[in-house]
């Protein structure tokens, strides 16, 4: 069974950063397309960034794009989202997925979730 499981959410002050992780068990790393969604309060899931997992393609939402960087260490089975210069507006719950075989910027039947991580930005 596919389990996820992130940490290093926490409370910063804006402009601080916070690397987040997300572990991986019980399937082979290299079928899924791993990647990082945040929900705000009374808000759908929305995508954040997106890892491919042959060749390491990475893709990012408006929002994250040069702040956030998404990362993997294949060995360790282990998907990284650093947040640089956060904003208070970055305040959300944030959830790593993995989907077998497709790459998707919007939650899908098939996207396994982790239990999520808040990250909160204090102005």
């Known amino acids: 069974q596919v389990e996820l499981v992130e940490s290093g959410g926490g409370s910063v002050q804006a402009g601080g950063s916070l690397r987040l992780s997300c572990a991986g068990s019980g399937y082979t790393y290299a079928e899924y397309c791993l990647g990082w969604f945040r929900q705000f309060p009374g808000k759908e899931r929305e995508w954040v960034a997106l890892i491919y997992r042959i060749g390491g393609r990475t893709l990012y939402a408006d929002s994250a794009k040069g702040r956030f960087t998404i990362s993997q260490d294949e060995a360790k089975n282990v998907m990284y989202l650093q947040l640089s210069s956060l904003k208070p507006e970055d305040t959300a719950m944030y959830y790593c997925?993995?989907?077998?075989?497709?790459?998707?910027?919007?939650?899908?039947?098939?996207?396994?979730w982790g239990r999520g991580t808040q990250v909160t930005v204090s102005s």
């Open positions: 997925a993995a989907r077998r075989n497709v790459c998707s910027y919007t939650p899908a039947s098939d996207h396994v």
